[in-house]
């Protein structure tokens, strides 16, 4: 538990990050749900009723749809890599800084 905590405290700097990096996890999650709620208006709108009009909207929110669940799928890969990098760098760091202050006969 000691080095659970004490690995923490990397992390504290990197925080807002991290919860920018959830939210759009969330979002990812979210908007892969809208495809599951999206396939009954599909069926329904163009297979059953024969609405031409819904065959040219659907395409289109569906796409959209595509495009904000890449960009929040990058944007949270790009973040969670971004914290991790800079976690690693501030290890690297504090242990070259020990290195350095360790006696020469060490």
Known sequence: MRLYLRLLNYV???W???IVAMICAGGVSALTATYAY???PVLDGIFI???TGMLFILPA???A???FKGLFSFSQ???????GSRIILDLRKRLYHHIILLPLGF
Not at 77 to 83: A, D, E, G, I, K
């Open 12 to 14: 504290k700097p990197y």
């Open 65 to 67: 749809i595509a495009l």
């Open 77 to 83: 890969s790009y973040l969670m890599q971004y914290v």
């Open 16 to 18: 807002m990050w991290l």
């Open 61 to 63: 929110v569906i796409v």
């Open 49 to 51: 009723k024969k609405d």
């Open 38 to 40: 999206l396939v009954k």
